[in-house]
């Protein structure tokens, strides 16, 4: 499979394995964008890109739908009721909060892994083929990567990255922001998407 092949399916992944996530919790909106989830840059949420980090979008995702506001600080710090979503959603927090980013770092409980086992074999598979079709390091890809949550409450803040869309225009724009919604092409009518980031040579 081409390097240009790679991500659409791992979108194609992370879509199936969020709509298992649905299947537990009927509330959990649609995930609008799932290529956004690869190869974006920041670390509001701490952990790499993997079905762990899916639950804990989930539970930014029942936030919005619910109109709880988890997140303060341009969503960098992870309050209460985030902790309370991720506990929903099978995730703990088990040391005090993080200073600045609250209980963001949330790992998945044993139970919460076997319900999810197939789903989670099925993406480390998709996200090994990724990796070794675009042959970056894990490690770097775990630091630049950012999740699609929406940042409830935020000024708008976070690392803006390039969107493209058919016609070859493109917009700087937070993840998050078109993660919420679809940005439309007043050109072409087709909508923005993140832009492939070109493996390191």
């Known amino acids: 499979m081409s390097t240009t092949q790679q991500p659409l399916v791992l979108a194609a992944e ?8 649905q299947r537990h919790h009927s509330d959990l909106p649609s995930l609008a964008a799932p290529e956004s989830l690869i190869g974006e840059s920041s670390s509001a949420c701490g952990t790499e890109l993997g079905f762990e980090r899916l639950l804990h979008e989930a539970a930014h995702g029942l936030a919005a739908a619910r109109g709880i506001r988890d997140t303060s600080r341009a969503g960098r710090y992870h ?35 076997e319900r999810y086992a197939d789903t989670i074999a099925r993406l480390q598979l998709a996200l090994g ?13 775990a630091r630049n990567f950012r999740g699609p949550a929406t940042r409830h409450g935020s000024s708008g803040g976070g690392v803006r990255v390039k969107a493209v869309c058919d016609c070859g225009r493109n917009v700087r724009v937070v993840p998050s922001v078109l993660a919420q919604a679809a940005i439309v092409c007043g050109n072409c009518g087709q909508p923005f ?9």
Not at 14 to 21: E, F, P, S, V, Y
Not at 97 to 107: A, D, I, K, R
């Open 79 to 113: 309050n209460r009721r985030f902790l309370a979503l991720a506990d929903e959603l099978g995730l703990d927090h088990s040391a005090d909060p993080h200073p600045s980013s609250g209980f963001s770092l949330v790992t998945m409980r044993a139970e919460t892994r």
């Open 193 to 201: 998407r993140i832009a492939e980031v070109p493996p390191r040579g």
């Open 14 to 21: 992370l879509a199936l394995a969020w709509g298992d996530i």
């Open 129 to 141: 083929a990724h990796a070794a079709a675009t042959s970056g390091p894990v490690q770097d890809r």
